[in-house]
């Protein structure tokens, strides 16, 4: 597929486990962005991610990798994320969601992580923190920020900190 769309290879990142990346491989594409494909171990999936400095050029990049390959729809996760009660599934769900979500903002799926932030199990409670860190929406930057401050898990309430701090840095970084 990267050869039929004109992609040329970049990079091949075998672990980096800090990220919950265990194989990237990375191509620069003909309009000056980036295709990623990524195992991931923490969301427990195989995706693709398209980076470019102009977000509408990007979600048609995933469009046309959607097309050419089996993947879920924003639709079939959020239905997934829905009919997910126990622990386990609902986090799973939420990990899928968050790293699946479109390149712009959706209500739908941030009603969802939200929602997440205040179940009573500290696991769904950090696929929450994943799953916002996954988006990368500054929306969810003050969220981050709260659960940094209140989640009585000392675990969740760190990798939060840690998150907001990262949204921090993205945001000077930017400017």
Known sequence: MADRNGWIFFAQVERDPERGIFYEVRWNVPDGGTMHYIIDE????????ARHDDCATAERAVGEVARQLPSWTLEEMIHDFD??????GWE???????????VQENEEVVIRVR????????????????????TEWPVF?????SVAETDSDTEVARAAALAAEQFDLARRTEQ
């Not at 799973?92 to 479109?102: I, K, Q, S, T, Y």
């Not at 769904?124 to 994943?130: F, K």
């Open 42 to 49: 923490v969301a427990d999936c195989v995706y693709v991610v």
């Open 83 to 88: 009919v997910s009660i126990y622990p386990a």
């Open 92 to 102: 799973r769900a939420l990990l899928r969601l968050g790293a699946g979500a479109p």
């Open 115 to 134: 929602e997440s932030v205040q179940h009573k199990e500290a696991a769904v409670r950090r696929a929450a923190v994943w799953a916002m860190v996954y």
């Open 141 to 145: 930057r003050d969220v981050l920020a």
